[in-house]
């Protein structure tokens, strides 16, 4: 089956400009995370989803990032009014169950976002 | 709080060698420890994990990593370097067997020479 699908793969966006990235997740999967991965970094956790609720939102690093998920399925990660700090790789993940065990977290490609 | 330091961001290996890459943790509770791999134009892909008993644990493509507690550390290693283990592999803590919410090391680059 398909695997983790992120749109666009690519974003270049000006300064100030909102952009929203996608994610649709491996189907049946109940569980998605957003991380950020900025350049000779590693990945920070932004939000994650139990269904469309979002009981974890630590992450999100100031209140111009939102997201939201619909119908169990699709997640959208929207930046308002960009920022050159705000360019990186954002990758979606998701996973089949939450809990003490369950299935590892499946990554998608990743849109590399770059604001000039 | 989760932390986890991965020594060095590139590593250089001949093919047929030893590979061995570095991780040590932080953590404020049992810890499960995860490898994963992003190979070119992929997305990250599970290598292996630990979460409890046996505290060697082996992965896909020979790599395996063992879960010292007394030393906080968690290192990857597979005996023979092959051409197609050039990636970069990231080092995670997390709360959960499941591995949800993970805390990602800095990554290291394998660059693997003929």
């Known amino acids: 089956g398909a695997g983790v699908s992120q749109s666009p793969s690519n974003k270049v966006t000006e300064k100030g400009k909102d952009v929203e990235l996608r994610c649709d997740p491996i189907?049946?999967?109940?569980?998605l995370y957003w991380y950020r991965q900025r350049l000779g970094q590693g990945l920070e956790f932004l939000i994650y989803?139990?269904?469309?609720?979002?009981?974890?939102k630590s992450g999100l690093p100031s209140d111009r990032f939102s997201a939201e998920r619909t119908g169990e399925s699709v997640s959208t990660l929207t930046i308002q009014r960009t920022q050159q700090e705000d360019s990186a790789v954002y990758l979606c993940?998701?996973?089949?169950?939450?809990?003490?065990?369950?299935?590892?977290?499946?990554f998608g490609n990743g849109t590399r976002l770059t604001v000039t | 709080a989760q932390s986890v330091t991965q020594l060095g961001s590139h590593v250089s290996v001949s093919e047929g060698a030893l590979v061995l890459l570095r991780c040590n943790y932080s953590?404020?509770?049992?810890?499960?420890l995860f490898w994963y791999v992003q190979y070119p134009n992929q997305g990250l892909q599970l290598l292996l994990k630990y979460t409890t008993g046996a505290t060697l644990v082996k992965g896909i493509n020979g790599f395996e990593a063992e879960f010292k507690k007394s030393e906080t550390s968690f290192h990857l290693t597979k005996p023979s370097a092959h051409m197609s283990d050039a990636a970069e592999y990231f080092c995670a803590v997390s709360e959960s067997a499941a591995g949800n919410k993970l805390t990602f090391g800095g990554g290291t680059r394998v660059l693997v020479k003929p």
């Open positions: 989803f139990q269904g469309n609720s979002a009981p974890d």
């Open positions: 189907s049946g999967h109940t569980a």
């Open positions: 953590s404020s509770v049992p810890p499960y």
């Open positions: 993940a998701s996973s089949s169950q939450t809990g003490t065990t369950g299935s590892p977290l499946h």
